[in-house]
């Protein structure tokens, strides 16, 4: 039997299509071969040569013998009474290479995000003729295992660096997830917004995307795809001109000023406020879109009103949509989630301020804790979250 082609060795589901057909010039196959089976990975979520049917027998038989298959399994899947399914992931050939969680979110019935938007952008229209759009699925993907910002209020920060997933680990999590739909489901949208820091894993996350992209792959839109980052400076740069502006961006910003930024998110002394907002002023936005701006709320750390009036001067004439986070408290860190009626008020600081989005995130699949980044975690240091009740009186830090 012939050796596995290089391109091919490490990571086969983070192959470009020319890297298959490349490949399957070295084994005397054809083209057309190379790309069915490209196809039957990224359309089909099927990567075991033994169920590619249409396949000639003698391929599947070379195929067989590089022990081609999927590099992610899935170890547990959490359903949480609105269907949020949370789902843990390991790696077949590494055992002891760790866990990392993916989130399926169904959407809610008045989603308040600019969904409206992104449709009358669509090239494909979701209502074609008698056939009803499919109800559009977020999920939310692992870039690394653990992660080195060390933000302070983070279960993936607080256990560190354990390792980068390949561009095959990261696309498996969508192809794996695509399983757990249900009927008349599609994934439509992905983010980045899981385990890890994207962009310090940038060459096997810019791959990941444009597999996720590919048109002869998940095709999934590029403005549809977000990638959320604590705010790497050069990769943000980067991502933008290798990508055109189209990949839709979140930053994670927490803070208003340096000061308190440092304190709770390390990455900010290398990377500071007025570097950070020079990227995202220069990020080549594609037209009519927006940067999201994250800010977890944490009780009486950030969540202040003059917190709200100096990130209102901080983000003047950006274009972008503001979301907040009540902080989900973790067991390593001293940090509180804020009040019902702190968040609301700033909230409405920021609404008065600016006639951009301002939207608070709400809580899906609450029961299973399903924010990002908590589910690997889960019993050994992330607590489940409770936002106290509106009219709760602030407590004192
Ligand atoms: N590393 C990237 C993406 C993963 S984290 C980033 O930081 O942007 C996704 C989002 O979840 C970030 O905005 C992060 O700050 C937020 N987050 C992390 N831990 C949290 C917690 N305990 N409570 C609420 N939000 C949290
Ligand atoms: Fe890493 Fe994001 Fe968590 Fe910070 S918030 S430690 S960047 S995963």
Redesign the pocket.
């Known amino acids: 039997m012939p050796q596995i082609p290089f391109a091919l060795r490490d990571d086969p589901v983070g192959a470009y299509p020319e890297e298959w057909v490349a490949a399957f010039a070295e084994i005397h196959e054809r083209p057309f071969r190379a790309k069915q089976v490209f196809r039957w990975i990224h359309t089909r979520s099927v990567a075991d040569p033994a169920r590619m049917t249409d396949a000639a027998k003698t391929l599947r038989d070379k195929l067989a013998s590089w022990s081609l298959a999927m590099p992610a399994e899935i170890r547990e899947v959490r359903r949480a009474a609105d269907d949020t399914r949370k789902v843990l992931i390991g790696f077949p050939k590494s055992p002891a290479a760790g866990t990392v969680e993916t989130v399926l979110i169904p959407p809610l019935p008045d989603e308040d995000d600019d969904e409206a938007e992104l449709e009358a952008d669509d090239e494909a229209p979701a209502v074609t003729g008698l056939r009803v759009a499919a109800r559009r699925v977020t999920q939310c993907i692992s870039s ?1 295992v653990g ?5 302070v ?6 256990a560190g660096l354990k390792r980068h997933l390949s561009a095959g680990e990261i696309v498996a999590q969508v192809l794996l997830g695509r399983t757990l739909l249900d009927e008349g489901e599609a994934i439509r949208n992905v983010v980045l917004m899981g ?3 994207p962009l ?1 894993n940038y060459d096997n996350v810019a791959r990941a995307l444009r597999l996720l992209t590919h048109a002869d792959g998940m095709n999934l839109s590029s403005r549809r795809v977000t990638v ?3 705010g790497l400076v050069p990769e943000i740069d980067r991502l933008g001109e290798e990508f055109k502006g189209e990949i839709a961006l979140a930053v ?1 910003l927490h803070a208003p000023d340096d000061e308190l930024r440092s304190r709770i ?1 390390p ?1 900010n002394k290398k990377y500071p406020l007025g570097e950070l907002m020079a990227a995202l002023r220069r990020y080549p936005l594609a037209r009519r879109r927006r940067i999201t701006i994250e800010y ?1 709320l944490i009780r009486n750390v950030n969540d202040r009103p003059e917190h709200a009036r100096a990130l209102l001067r901080l983000l003047r004439n950006l274009p972008m949509k503001v979301n907040l986070i009540p902080m989900n408290p973790i067991e390593a860190a001293p940090w509180q989630a804020p009040t019902r009626d702190d968040v609301l008020a700033f909230q409405d600081v920021l609404r008065k301020g600016t006639d951009q989005a301002v939207f608070i995130r709400r809580t899906r699949g609450d029961e299973i804790d399903a924010a990002c ?1 908590q589910l690997a975690l889960h019993g050994a240091k992330a607590v489940k979250r409770k936002l106290p009740m509106i009219g709760e009186r602030h407590g004192g830090a």
């Open positions: 690394q992660c080195a910002m060390g933000c209020f983070c279960a993936s920060g607080v385990m890890g820091e310090h959320s980052t604590s994670s998110m990455v977890t980044g």
